[in-house]
């Protein structure tokens, strides 16, 4: 049986976050995104995160704590992010053992694809 996605969808990783991972499918939407680079986080899939954020913002290097355990993800507001949209905004909550991360993400569309552009911890 196929694990279920970490984003917190009823899918499995393949059908979901999966394959955005593996460059078969682009996320359509801003929360889209959001999730694949979640799930990215607990995959520890860094070439994804930086494949996913913006040029403008992205890091030379990114490390991941090897002992970071997320444990999941709870989307809690949306603003626009569809197809028709070129920015758009989710605020989420992603737990870890330990804590939380509260944050209100920004993304917007760079050549048709969206990308992360920046965040603010709310909490």
Do not use: N, Q
């Not at 499918?25 to 995104?33: H, N, Q, V, W």
């Not at 899939?45 to 999941?72: Q, S």
């Not at 990308?115 to 909490?123: A, C, R, S």
């Amino acid at each position: 049986m196929a694990t279920t996605c970490p984003c917190g969808l009823s899918k499995s990783y393949g059908e979901c976050c999966g394959r955005f991972h593996a460059g078969t499918a682009a996320a359509p939407t801003a929360e889209a995104l959001m999730r694949s680079r979640y799930s990215a986080f607990v995959k520890g899939d860094v070439a994804y995160l930086l494949r996913t954020w913006h040029p403008r913002t992205r890091p030379a290097l990114l490390e991941l704590d090897p002992g970071m355990r997320w444990t999941g993800l709870e989307i809690l507001d949306t603003g626009d992010g569809s197809a028709f949209h070129a920015t758009g905004t989710v605020t989420f909550r992603a737990s870890y053992r330990g804590g939380s991360l509260h944050e209100r993400s920004r993304f917007e569309r760079v050549d048709g694809a969206w990308v992360y552009l920046d965040g603010e911890f709310l909490d």
